[in-house]
């Protein structure tokens, strides 16, 4: 079953997250907390939302998004921070429902795009996004300002 997040979810999906960043060889770089991600869910003013794959009464995927926006459409769309499925229950079809949530998500709303990163190397996910009709950005490129590097510029 796939579900909005409720608060009693959060430490699996921290969980989660730490699964995700041990899959990206980045295990030492994820910090992400459940008094973080019940903040950012849930708190007075949240900017972060999520869906949860529920099997037999455990969350064993998720996904965590918030809203962008285009200019040039002069909507909103979705950005796809993470979606995550234990790899016992790939192949299942969750990970498509999850996505699809998110694509139902913005048709209802008549948000223009439904957005999100992938590691160039991750070749099962990218086949998986080809094949529900998603293409690559080519000719853009990610920056970001992080650490020293923001504190200095943004200080």
Same mark, same amino acid.
């Given at each position: /079953?796939?579900?909005? +997040? ?5 430490? +699996? /999906? ?21 008094? %973080? ?5 849930? @708190?007075?003013? &949240?900017? *972060?939302? @999520? ?15 918030? *809203?962008?926006?285009? !200019?040039?459409? =002069? ?11 234990? &790899? ?7 990970? $498509?429902?999850?996505?699809? !949530? ?7 709303? @008549?948000? +223009? ?5 992938? *590691?160039?190397?991750?070749? &099962?996910?990218?086949?998986?996004? $080809?094949? %529900?009709?998603? #293409? ?16 200095? #510029? =943004?200080?």
């Amino acid at each position: /079953m796939i579900r909005r +997040a409720r608060e009693d979810d959060v430490a +699996a /999906m921290v969980e989660l997250v730490h699964e995700l960043a041990r899959y990206e060889e980045e295990p030492d770089s994820c910090h992400l907390t459940e008094e %973080q991600l019940r903040t950012a869910l849930f @708190g007075p003013d &949240p900017a *972060l939302f @999520g869906h949860v794959a529920e099997v037999d009464g455990a969350v064993v995927g998720l996904t965590l998004w918030f *809203l962008n926006f285009s !200019t040039w459409e =002069g909507v909103h769309g979705i950005y796809l921070e993470d979606l995550y499925v234990r &790899p016992e229950h790939r192949g299942s079809g969750l990970g $498509k429902r999850l996505l699809r !949530t998110l694509a139902s998500e913005c048709v209802e709303r @008549g948000y +223009a795009r439904l957005e999100w990163s992938v *590691l160039d190397w991750n070749e &099962p996910s990218i086949a998986f996004y $080809k094949a %529900q009709g998603a #293409f690559p950005m080519d000719g853009w490129s990610v920056y970001r300002l992080t650490g020293d590097a923001l504190r200095s #510029f =943004g200080g």
